[in-house]
């Protein structure tokens, strides 16, 4: 059935792509505050229930996959760009797309590798 039933992610990939930890992740599962389906005693997710849990637009089409790549913390664009956490806080001042994982701020690889092309004609790292 396709996308729709492809609960194929387990707790442990969830965490990777959040930059969070398997358990943290098992809790927001637990509360409902990300949607899953336990399956042999270990929760599964789908990729729409992990993109609605992150609070920004819904990938479609041929961009849904770029955003499966795990998400970076300020701190790991920082050291991505050798910058400074505060530069990246002043880029997501200045417009720096940004989703919302739990009260967390973290970057989709796509969406920093495009804005700083646009903004300063960097090439993606």
């Known amino acids: 059935m396709g996308q729709l ?12 792509h959040y930059g969070l930890t398997p358990r943290t992740v098992r809790d927001h599962l637990k509360r409902g505050t990300l949607r899953g ?8 997710c789908r990729w729409p229930d992990i993109w609605a849990a992150e609070n920004g637009p819904t990938p479609r089409g041929d961009r849904a996959r770029a955003y499966q790549a795990p998400l970076l913390t300020k ?9 400074s956490e505060r530069t990246v806080e ?5 417009g720096l797309p940004t989703r919302n994982v739990f009260g967390s701020v973290r970057i989709a690889p796509i969406d920093a590798g495009e804005w700083l092309r646009r903004h300063f004609g960097l090439d993606d790292r």
């Open 75 to 83: 701190k790991a664009l920082a050291a991505r760009w050798g910058v």
């Open 90 to 94: 002043r880029w997501i001042e200045q």
């Open 5 to 16: 039933h492809d609960y194929s992610l387990t707790t442990e990939e969830v965490a990777k």
């Open 37 to 44: 389906v336990k399956i042999n005693r270990d929760w599964r």
